[in-house]
């Protein structure tokens, strides 16, 4: 995702002299092709996220399009506050740009978890989230930044996603269906999009149901708009992410204040596991969203509860 | 504009600082006072206030508390509204009690918490630089403010970026939230601290506007500039000079008609 990323934006950047790319110090071997390309319009701001952000807010200010690029946590927590008031209060042309999204990061422990991230960025005022679920996703993500002006985060894996979409460019503003399904939905963000596929292929071979699976790139209520949620009698939600305020709770939001009267199941990691050592897919599995899991959810909600109902 | 003109101005913003803190039963009366000399050198003295012209001057006001000082200067230099300042903090007015940029575009940067002004300033003087454009980013921060650590994230890059065309004015005024800057967190020897950030570093009287001048006169300079401007916290008024108390207060009618008397015309 991260190559995806930064060999999208060095092109458009050919065409759109006002693209800034501002990095913290990070991107060993991905940022340099826009660095070397377009001298003039690159900084490294150091190790400084503070900083880093309110000059980018700067920097947009003076009519930049300017894109921040970090890891982790360090470009949104780190310096949350320049964030909330010098760009979103200010409603600049900011994007936020992180690499490492849930357990990318894997063994490289809490500090490289961004599982807080979307909870916490979607409370600020107009910020657009984009969390795409495999590299077409990213690429067309990069233009719809670029075609929003405004403050934005772009929740990105790391390297070496899997491709989901067999097409060239995607629509980012409507929900994306990824498996066909009649009478159950999942919905997903981000690139645990594959564990669910695995799932639901899993799930039909055994049961013979199809779920369908859609992905939800942006996270925003006018995305969400025209979906007939009540096509489906069970929905699901999963997330490389808490609990707390993350997508499915945004799901949750979303069904409640629309008054939508549908079985929602919502799938996060459980943060019982954040002090345990693994690489992603060990991560995704002890922290029970990885397809295995996602599997027994499904079973759970759709046979056993039906069982249950009949007898 | 001559000395007396920026005097005449300084006294009529102090008179509008009394008035609007205790109309408003308002905070941070003696911030404000302290910092009105060194606002209205800046804002009378900047060139260009068109704000589409790129190559103008920019005032970003860091310590955002004082905000009826800026905004007391702002309007004697015709730069705001007289019914702004008029109905300060008033339920649905357009200024409140930390510097905002929603009614007023030339502050540009809304402030309240401290250490916001000098990263964003990094960001307006490189793009001058990057884009070519002239004129001088001023930052106005508060000697307690010098405690954030943002500030000196920003202080190391914009000298490492040789931003000659970025200006601090630090208001000295000894004086923070509970004690003086001194007890709560050692600044001195600041000067030394800017220095060996690679800054051009100098002091100044913050209320001498010859002293001042040197501010706004740029040439020659290769790397950022930092003026510490020796202050008083509540300046122009004895009982709130110095006064630790006078960073909460507001001035009631009796304080304000003693305030007022002792301010004297210039």
């Not at chain 1, 979307?118 to 984009?130: A, D, N």
């Not at chain 1, 981000?190 to 055994?206: C, H, P, Q, R, W």
């Not at chain 2, 015709?78 to 930390?98: K, M, Q, R, T, V």
């Not at chain 2, 809304?110 to 990057?130: D, I, M, Q, Y």
């Amino acid at each position: 995702m991260r190559n995806t990323f930064i060999n999208n934006l060095t092109e458009l950047a050919s065409h759109d002299e006002s693209i800034f790319l501002v990095v913290g110090d990070l991107g060993y071997g991905v940022v340099e092709i826009f660095e070397n390309k377009f001298p003039s319009r690159f900084l490294n701001a150091g190790i400084a996220e503070q900083n880093m952000i309110g000059l980018s807010a700067g920097l947009a200010k003076s009519g930049y399009k300017v894109f921040v690029y970090s890891i982790a946590n360090f470009p949104t927590l780190r310096c949350l506050e320049q964030i909330r008031n010098d760009v979103c209060y200010g409603d600049l042309d900011v994007t936020i740009v992180s690499v490492g999204a849930g357990f990318s990061y894997g063994v490289l422990g809490y500090s490289h978890f961004a599982i807080e991230d979307i909870s916490i960025m979607r409370t600020l005022p107009g910020i657009k989230i984009l969390s795409p679920s495999d590299p077409v996703e990213v690429k067309s993500a990069v233009k719809y930044a670029l075609n929003n002006p405004g403050p934005k985060y772009l929740r990105l894996g790391k390297n070496g996603e899997q491709i989901i979409h067999q097409t060239d460019d995607v629509n980012l503003g409507s929900p994306i269906e990824i498996q066909n399904g009649s009478e159950y939905c999942l919905l997903v963000t981000g690139s645990i999009a594959t564990e669910a596929l695995l799932a639901v292929k899993k799930f039909n071979e055994e049961f013979n149901i199809d779920v369908a699976i859609f992905s939800i790139p942006t996270i925003s209520t006018d995305l969400l708009s025209e979906f007939k949620f009540n096509k489906f009698s069970k929905i699901f939600t999963l997330e490389e992410h808490v609990a707390s305020g993350g997508f499915g709770s945004f799901i949750a939001e979303f069904i409640v204040d629309n008054r939508i009267s549908v079985d929602l199941t919502r799938i996060f990691i459980s943060t019982k596991s954040i002090k345990l050592i693994g690489d992603q897919a060990y991560l995704r599995k002890v922290s029970g969203i990885d397809f295995t899991s996602i599997f027994n959810v499904l079973k759970s909600k759709i046979i056993d509860m039906e069982t249950n109902l009949d007898s | 504009m001559e000395n007396s003109d920026l005097l005449e101005i300084a006294y009529k913003a102090r008179v509008s600082v009394l008035k609007m803190t205790h109309k408003a039963k308002a905070a941070h009366v003696g911030s404000s006072l302290s910092v009105v000399d060194i606002a209205v050198q800046l804002f009378s003295q900047i060139s260009k206030r068109d704000l589409n012209d790129q190559s103008r001057d920019i005032v970003l006001v860091s310590k955002g508390h004082a905000a009826a000082g800026i905004y007391a200067v702002l309007a004697h230099l015709n730069l705001i509204p007289f019914e702004y300042i008029d109905e300060y903090c008033e339920n649905g007015s357009a200024l409140g009690g930390h510097v905002t940029s929603t009614n007023v575009e030339i502050l540009e940067l809304s402030t309240g918490s401290l250490g916001h002004a000098l990263p964003f300033g990094v960001g307006r003087a490189l793009a001058k630089k990057r884009k070519r454009f002239d004129g001088t980013v001023y930052v106005i921060l508060s000697d307690g403010e010098c405690d954030e650590g943002s500030n000196w994230e920003a202080a190391l890059l914009a000298s490492h970026l040789k931003l000659d065309n970025l200006v601090v004015v630090i208001d000295r005024n000894k004086l923070q939230s509970l004690k003086g800057t001194e007890e709560t967190v050692a600044l001195e020897p600041l000067s030394d601290k800017w220095e060996a950030f690679g800054w051009y570093c100098t002091k100044i009287n913050g209320h001498n506007f010859s002293e001042l001048s040197a501010v706004t006169q740029s040439s020659g300079f290769t790397s950022p500039r930092v003026y510490i401007a020796d202050t008083i916290k509540g300046r122009g008024v004895s009982f709130m000079e110095n006064n630790m108390s006078w960073h909460y207060k507001s001035p009631n009618t009796e304080d304000l008609e003693k305030a007022l008397m002792e301010l004297g015309k210039p």
